[in-house]
Nanobody
Framework: QVQLVESGGGLVQPGGSLRLSCAVSGSIFAINAMGWYRQAPGKKREMVATFTSGSITNYAASVKGRFTISRDNAKNTVDLQMNSLKPEDTAVYYC??????????????WGQGTQVTVSS
């Protein structure tokens, strides 16, 4: 079983910064994609930033230029540096990872979510 543990959410003023971290653990053979999604109240979960095909990064248009995703393959971690935060960035942020177990079966797992609130 894969476990994703997130940290780093909180309350920040508009224009401020936060860094989210996610650690992935378990009997993992390979992680093919990992990244961050968010869900605001009353809205669908949306992609924020992801790594796919190993090293290709994807960003939502709304965060491009403000957020930066990074990963440490040796530690199976993925971080999200969020700068110039806006009230519309307020949401629960979820870490996601997709890959294969040592047994060969595939997985797609989510973290428990961490709240990010941008407000003055």
């Amino acid at each position: 079983q894969v476990q994703l543990v997130e940290s780093g959410g909180g309350l920040v003023q508009p224009g401020g910064s936060l860094r989210l971290s996610c650690a992935v653990s378990g009997s993992i053979f390979a992680i093919n994609a990992m990244g961050w999604y968010r869900q605001a109240p009353g809205k669908k979960r949306e992609m924020v930033a992801t790594f796919t095909s190993g090293s290709i990064t994807n960003y939502a248009a709304s965060v491009k230029g403000r957020f930066t995703i990074s990963r440490d393959n040796a530690k199976n971690t993925v971080d999200l540096q969020m700068n110039s935060l806006k009230p519309e960035d307020t949401a629960v942020y979820y870490c996601n990872a997709e890959g294969a177990y040592l047994s060969g079966s595939v997985f797609r797992s989510w973290g428990q979510g961490t709240q990010v609130t941008v407000s003055s």
